[in-house]
């Protein structure tokens, strides 16, 4: 099935964001906000009206910037949300990188690190709802253990994502989930 596959979508950096459906890859490419560069192979969209090519690879036309204020490691930020597998941890709805917020769970302004332990993936309207006070006072209890969220995260948000998805192998993906690598290969 073709719907069913996934896309990997690049910032205009070519910088992963993440894995996204194809009905969403496809309206951002209708609405020019994103350009094809990579073809699902030969696979195409069928309706009564049109083919389309099934795209694999699409790069946003701007550039967004997803390190927001909270943390300027993308790393850091990529690999809270791989961890919280894009969705919410308040109310569990899911996001693409850059419509989730990172949160502190422990507010910053109450000395809470930034740092994957104390972070978690929130959607905008539960982080501002949330606002300066933690889980307990706000009534808003966390979907995931937070002691589950203390382990290491040194891959990129993508690459697990991608590690995890029947998609994986995918070789049109590999020159843009492994550059890190490639380079340290080379060097
Ligand atoms: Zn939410």
């Not at 049109?50 to 943390?71: E, H, K, M, N, T």
């Not at 969220?149 to 948000?157: F, V």
């Not at 994502?161 to 890190?180: C, M, N, Q, T, V």
Request: glycine residues 8%.
């Amino acid at each position: 099935m073709v719907l069913t596959r996934k896309v990997l979508l690049l910032n205009a950096s070519y910088e992963p964001l993440g894995l996204i459906g194809i009905p969403r890859a496809i309206r951002l490419v209708w609405k020019g906000a994103a350009e094809m560069i990579e073809l699902d192979g030969d696979r195409v969209l069928r309706s009564p009206r049109f083919v389309f090519p099934a795209p694999s690879v699409i790069r946003l036309i701007v550039y967004i910037d997803v390190r927001g204020r909270q943390s300027r490691s993308p790393s850091l930020r990529a690999g809270v949300f791989a961890r919280d597998r894009y969705r919410c941890q308040y109310c569990g709805g899911k996001g693409t990188a850059f419509e989730l917020t990172l949160d502190h769970i422990m507010p910053r302004s109450r000395g809470g690190r930034t740092a994957a332990e104390n972070l978690c993936a929130a959607c905008k309207d539960c982080n501002q709802r949330k606002g300066n006070r933690t889980p307990e006072e706000a009534r808003m209890p966390l979907l995931s253990n937070p002691s589950a969220l203390s382990y290491g995260l040194e891959k990129t948000a993508v690459y697990r994502a991608a590690e995890g998805s029947p998609d994986s192998s995918r070789p049109e993906w590999r020159k843009y989930l492994f550059l890190e690598d490639a380079e340290t290969g080379a060097a």
